[in-house]
C-alpha cells in the first residue's frame, strides 16, 4: 500500500535563510501530493499541491519538487519568516476516491 | 476561517461513556472525513462521506462511527470511549467538482479519555 513519510521531523532556519522540507513515497502510481501547513491549535491549511507528472510546481514565496525516480517530494520556503513557524505534512491523495494519506510531519522552528 | 466549525473545542471524558463530536459547515461542499491525530504523527482518516447517502470506513474505523445528518453537518461516535481514543479529531470538506482536490480542515476538537 502507500506509505507517505518525512525524513526529518524537526527543522530549524534562521530568519530570512530558505527552508527544504523533505518527504519520500513509496507507491509509484501516485496521482496528487498535497502539502499541509499546521499551525498550533488549528487545523492544516493547505499550501500548494503537484501532479505526478509535473516535476515543478510554484506558488508565492513556495516551491514543490517532484522527483519521480526516487520517489521524493520537497517543499521550499524562500525567504522564511517567523509566521512560518509550523508542522508541514506531506499527503497523497488517490484521485479516484479523494482519500488523503498523511506523513508524520516536520516541525520547523524560524530563528529570529 | 469559520466555514468548518466543530462543538466541542476540548472534551474530557471518563472510559465507557458515549460521545459525540459535531461538525458542520457553511461551504455547500458534498464531501466530509472524520480524522484523528496523534501527537507526532500525521492524520488518519477515521469515517469518509461524499454526499448523505454514502458514508464509508478509513483506515480505522473501529470503536468509531458516524452520521451524515444534512450536507452540511457530519457527526463522529465513540460509542464506549476507551484511553487509546485519546486524540485530536479533525473535520474536513472538500469539493473536487470544482477541480481543486484542497481539504478544508476545521479548528479540531481535543479529547481526552480518562
Known amino acids: 500500500g502507500e506509505s507517505v513519510g518525512l525524513h526529518l521531523p524537526t527543522l530549524s532556519v534562521q530568519e530570512g535563510d530558505n527552508s527544504i522540507i523533505n518527504c519520500a513515497y513509496s507507491?509509484?502510481?501516485?496521482?496528487?501530493f498535497i502539502w499541509y501547513k499546521q499551525e498550533s491549535g488549528k487545523g492544516p491549511q493547505f499550501i500548494i499541491d503537484?501532479?505526478?507528472?509535473?516535476d515543478k510546481r510554484q506558488g508565492q514565496r513556495v516551491t514543490v519538487l517532484l522527483n519521480k525516480t526516487v520517489k521524493h517530494l520537497s517543499l521550499q520556503i524562500a525567504a522564511t519568516q517567523p509566521g512560518d513557524s509550523a508542522v508541514y505534512f506531506c499527503?497523497?491523495?488517490?484521485?479516484?476516491?479523494?482519500?488523503?494519506?498523511f506523513g508524520a510531519g516536520t516541525t520547523v522552528t524560524v530563528r529570529a | 476561517d469559520a466555514d468548518v466549525t466543530q462543538t466541542p473545542r476540548n472534551r474530557i471524558t471518563k472510559t465507557g461513556k458515549r460521545i459525540m463530536l459535531e461538525c458542520s459547515q457553511t461551504?455547500?461542499?458534498?464531501?466530509m472525513y472524520w480524522y484523528r491525530q496523534d501527537p507526532g504523527l500525521g492524520l488518519q482518516l477515521i469515517y469518509y462521506?461524499?454526499?448523505?447517502?454514502?458514508?464509508n470506513k478509513g483506515e480505522i474505523s473501529d470503536g468509531y462511527s458516524v452520521s451524515r445528518q444534512a450536507q452540511a453537518k457530519f457527526s463522529l461516535s465513540l460509542e464506549s470511549a476507551i484511553p487509546n481514543q485519546t486524540a485530536l479529531y479533525f473535520c474536513?470538506?472538500?469539493?473536487?467538482?470544482?477541480?481543486?482536490?484542497?481539504?478544508?480542515f476545521g479548528p479540531g476538537t481535543r479529547l481526552t479519555v480518562l
Open positions: 474536513a470538506t472538500s469539493d473536487p467538482g470544482q477541480g481543486r482536490n484542497e481539504q478544508f
Open positions: 507507491n509509484s502510481a501516485s496521482d496528487y
Open positions: 503537484i501532479r505526478s507528472n509535473m
Open positions: 499527503a497523497y491523495l488517490a484521485y479516484n476516491d479523494y482519500k488523503l494519506s
Open positions: 461551504k455547500g461542499h458534498d464531501r
Open positions: 462521506s461524499f454526499d448523505v447517502k454514502d458514508i
